[in-house]
């Protein structure tokens, strides 16, 4: 159902085998050196900063945004440009609990993960699954037999392909620019854009509408179509 980039992933590794490659798991970083034709850890983590951090964000109090934004900001420029252009990216894995878990069922949670995953730089993986609602808990609960589509979320489905088209359409969403230029209370937003397009991806936390300035500089005055 969902088939990402590996190909492209495989190509771009051996051109930037003598940079570093890592995870990101909680406030550390590891880097290992390519080694041969590949390397030894070609993917980034993004647990801590989406997985388990933006349950928080929808949970925690006034600052929640602000500290989203500040874990999101370092897991996407923890590593050198050209790896994070091409770096795979995921939030779950055959580790730990499923996605919709981690979201105590939130499917709100759910979708704001995805979203964030399929608007930053990199290759997003989505572990099979996750796009259709599977729950599970570690390893092996988190390793169960794809469900009959009788089974699936298929509003959380339609979702996960309209991103991942949309991400498809515009090269800004994956290749652009990234910048926060707001994050308030529930509620943050940031900038993905190019020569050609500039998007602006903005999240709400909580459960009533917000206003949240943006601080959009040489766009200010500029208006974006939703």
Known sequence: LLVFVLSLIGRKLLLIKPLKFGRIHGSERTGKPGAGKGVLEPY??????????????????????????????RAVSAYDPAINAVQLNLVTSHDPPRLRTICADDLDGVRMTLLVLLTIGGAPCIYYGDEVGMQGEHDPACRGAFPDPSGWDRDLRDFVRGAIA???????LRRGAFAFVAAHGTAAAYRRSDAHET?????????????????????????FRP
């Open 166 to 172: 949309l991400r498809h359409r515009h090269a800004a």
């Open 44 to 73: 980034k983590h993004l647990g801590d900063p989406l997985a388990t951090n933006i349950p928080a964000y929808k949970n925690d109090g006034t600052d929640a945004a602000a500290t989203f934004a500040q874990r999101l900001t």
């Open 199 to 223: 998007f602006l991806v903005c999240l709400n936390a909580g459960d009533e509408p917000v206003d949240l300035p943006l601080a959009l500089g040489e766009d200010e005055g500029r208006r």
